[in-house]
């Protein structure tokens, strides 16, 4: 998840977009013709997929009166939600080689 807000968030910086919501900033991008809209359809269905997977996960957690946590199993998921979660860790790996390729002196990439 942290490679798509970092993603956007360095995308953003760099254009001058002031938004501070994710999924302003792609949007924004996308007006200014730095994202692909097929590049920015895939981020958002990606983004929204594992935020919504994950915010599950804590509701699930807290009704049982424990702590939420962002762990995601992949054994409780679905086949359709396991799918789509692979999916989006696939665009996952490739938001962070590009991150690495086009910022190589950086040591937290």
């Known amino acids: ?5 970092e993603y956007v968030r360095i995308r953003a910086l760099e254009n001058g977009v002031r938004e501070t ?3 302003y ?3 924004a991008l996308v007006d200014l013709s730095i994202l692909k809209e ?14 919504n997977l994950r915010l599950q996960r804590q509701e ?3 009704l049982k ?6 762990y995601l199993n992949p054994d409780n998921l679905s086949s359709l939600e396991l ?3 692979k999916a989006s860790l696939f665009l996952t790996q490739d938001i962070h080689l590009r991150l690495r390729v086009e ?3 950086s040591p937290s990439l």
């Open 65 to 70: 009166g424990e702590e939420g946590s962002n």
């Open 38 to 51: 097929s590049d920015a359809s895939d981020l958002t269905r990606a983004y929204q997929t594992l935020m």
């Open 60 to 62: 699930e957690l807290i």
């Open 1 to 5: 998840m942290n490679h798509f807000i």
């Open 103 to 105: 910022y190589p002196q």
């Open 25 to 27: 900033r792609i949007k």
């Open 83 to 85: 799918k789509v979660f």
């Open 21 to 23: 919501h994710t999924l």
